[in-house]
């Protein structure tokens, strides 16, 4: 990557609680990312103050939610570059379970695509032993599926870890602000018609401290039950799309006959 030209990038970073691990994922992300950011998403610790001293730009988001803090560091990113306003978004987890070094990979594959959205696919390239348990295995095969059933675009992981461009990620005008976040993005970039690659990424156990979703069976659950609604909910208004966008034809056919026949 050292030897090439690469779009000006941000790294955004939601977290909760993540002092003990923040440090180290920001002094894994490469030197040539020209922003780092992080959204403490209501912490009681020291996340923030960590964060800082790492030389990250921290925005607070009281509202919980992980879409939440991954729009609230998108927003501010986009506002308070030091410099040019970003091209390309990477998104990772502030737990040290992405490998902020393979950053280079996704957007490098961004560019070469060319592509408009790169998933970092856990699946593909290996995780740790415990780093994803069974439920969440099945949960991510599952929504992989429905979404390759719904809008044919086959997927092979869900993961956090993902480079969007600017521009496309603002068309995609996500709205949710829970755990849903990230099959939105994919599924609206999907109907969309964007440009989608995947590279193989690793996935570690966590340094310290407890995941928001695998640590309880409470969240695991409450993620996929949100995730399935998210999937469910977009097809529903593609079909509606769908129905509207042809019924809309059939009148305007009828309306020339008529004027042809008139």
């Known amino acids: 990557m050292s030897h090439r030209i690469l779009p000006t990038t941000a790294v955004l970073i939601p977290a909760l609680n993540e002092s003990e691990n923040i440090g180290k994922v920001l002094g894994q992300v490469p030197t040539w990312v020209a922003q780092r950011v992080v959204c403490d998403n ?23 939610g992980y879409g939440a803090a991954c729009h609230a560091a998108y927003q501010f990113a986009l506002q308070n570059s030091p410099n040019a306003i970003p091209e390309v978004l990477v998104f990772l987890d502030g737990d040290n379970s992405d490998d902020p070094t393979e950053i280079d990979q996704l957007v490098g594959a961004l560019v070469d695509g060319p592509f408009d959205l790169v998933i970092g696919s856990r699946t593909r390239g290996g ?78 156990n966590r340094l ?49 006959t008529f004027f042809l026949n008139g």
């Open 42 to 64: 209501g912490s009681t610790d020291d996340t923030s103050l960590v964060a800082a001293a790492a030389g990250a730009q921290v925005v607070h988001e009281p509202r919980r």
């Open 208 to 256: 310290a401290g407890r995941s928001k979703v695998s640590g309880s069976l409470r969240g695991a659950v409450g993620a996929g039950t949100r995730i399935l609604f998210i999937i469910f909910a977009e097809a529903w208004d593609a079909a509606r799309t769908a129905v509207s966008a042809a019924a809309t034809r059939v009148q305007q056919r009828l309306k020339r």
């Open 127 to 204: 995780a740790e032993k415990g780093a994803l348990t069974a439920l969440q295995r099945f949960g991510n095969w599952l929504s992989c599926r429905l979404t390759a059933l719904f809008f044919g675009v086959t997927y092979t992981d869900l993961g956090p870890f993902r480079a969007i461009r600017t521009e496309a990620l603002q068309r995609l005008a996500l709205n949710d602000m829970g755990f849903g976040w990230t099959i939105q993005m994919q599924v609206r970039a999907a109907r969309m018609g964007l440009r989608i690659g995947e590279v193989p990424v690793r996935y570690r």
